[in-house]
């Protein structure tokens, strides 16, 4: 297997009716531990993205077993998908193989009837961030410059109001839209995209408290799932579209690939969301506290994250694989600034972590 022609593809997913993507608060595995009352992410994680692919790679190779696999299967399954899992620790990066696929982008929004792509509205959108003047605050110890903001209009600048900020109730697309050249920058409302319905039902078990609700989401039908991914052998386009399994409830979506070679890139589509000043994450990053201690400001949510432990080698991927322990993600859209700007790109590299990037995650502008 193998080859040095990389190829790249566009992958759609489109849902065929409500999804769940679940996170840390799930209904447990017994009634000791439920919960009764779940809501679903957004979007998966980005581990679940290259989840995804990894079973579409399986599925068009006819690799999809039922039962145990032989030794023979789980050697051309390691060779197509590779034999472990994401593991973002700095260590093993170097040892990192997903099989033929080499790169995944994060996922992002697609209007695909005005060809525009859509990611969230970067935090500090219309913000003025500086740190002339400022004083110093301790933080686990050590002093960091507190920085001056302010809400920054076309007409003049003025204190910022918390009451009324509400950019993390959005998503935009920056670029031109083919059906509306006139509008190269759109905001959206997140509730025009992702539809909340619920689900009711009762435990099988029975009792008092079997009694349980789900927050399903919905698409708007004008958008589905995209992202981009490089691979070192051709994809089997003939066997797209096709329906695929993808997060909890057995949710179904419409998967179809194309392959791109012009060149399209999401960080050249959304680079006119970047600054010299400041560092903006496209996807969740994965930043270890030795780096996070070196920024001086983030304007930003950390959320909880766990990753599948799969390692085809030893075959627990056949049976209920493990989950990692619980580490946290500053999630897309937050922005890094440092006082002093020079450090800004010795700062990127450090956060760059190759086995992050590999599957979407710690894509900065």
């Given at each position: ?17 409500a999804y769940f993507f679940g996170g840390e608060v799930t209904f447990g595995d017994n009634l000791a531990t439920q919960n009764y009352r779940v809501r679903s992410n957004y979007l998966p994680q980005q581990s679940a993205v290259l989840g995804l692919m990894r079973y579409e790679i399986l599925r068009q190779n006819d690799c999809l077993f039922n039962g145990k696999p032989t030794e023979e299967e789980k050697k051309k399954a390691n060779e197509l998908i590779g034999e472990k899992g994401f593991d ?278």
């Open positions: 297997m193998g080859n040095n022609n990389t190829k790249r593809y566009l992958v759609r997913l489109t849902p065929i009716d973002p620790q700095p260590q093993i990066q170097s040892q990192t193989s997903y099989g033929i696929i080499q790169r995944i982008s994060p996922l992002f929004i697609e209007n695909r009837r005005e060809k525009r792509f859509y990611t969230p509205l970067p935090l500090d959108y219309n913000i003025n961030v500086s740190f002339d003047g400022t004083i110093n605050a301790l933080y686990n110890g050590k002093e960091k410059p507190l920085p001056k903001i302010e809400t920054e209009t076309i007409e003049k600048k003025e204190a910022f109001k918390s009451k009324t900020y509400d950019n993390y109730l959005f998503w935009c697309s920056p670029g031109v839209s083919e059906a509306n050249a006139d509008s190269p920058f759109e905001k959206i409302k997140v509730d025009e995209i992702f539809k909340e319905t619920e689900q009711v039902g009762i435990q099988k078990q029975g009792g008092d408290d079997a009694f349980f609700k789900q927050t399903l989401i919905r698409l708007d039908d004008k958008y589905n799932f995209a992202f981009t991914v490089e691979v070192s052998e051709d994809l089997d386009l003939e066997k797209c579209p096709a329906i695929v399994p993808w997060g909890g409830n057995q949710s179904r979506f419409k998967i179809e690939i194309e392959e791109i070679n012009d060149g399209f890139d999401f960080c050249t589509y959304f680079k006119q969301l970047s600054r010299e000043n400041r560092l903006l994450l496209l996807g969740d990053a994965f930043i270890p506290d030795d780096e996070r201690d070196t920024i001086d400001f983030i304007w930003g949510n950390c959320i909880d994250n766990r990753y599948i432990i799969r390692n085809i080698k030893d075959g627990r991927s056949w049976g209920k694989p493990p989950k990692s322990a619980l580490f946290q993600l500053q999630s897309r859209g937050s922005v890094i600034y440092q006082k002093d700007i020079t450090t800004l790109s010795a700062l990127k590299e450090k956060i760059e972590n190759k086995a992050c990037m590999a599957i979407g995650l710690n894509i900065l502008i």
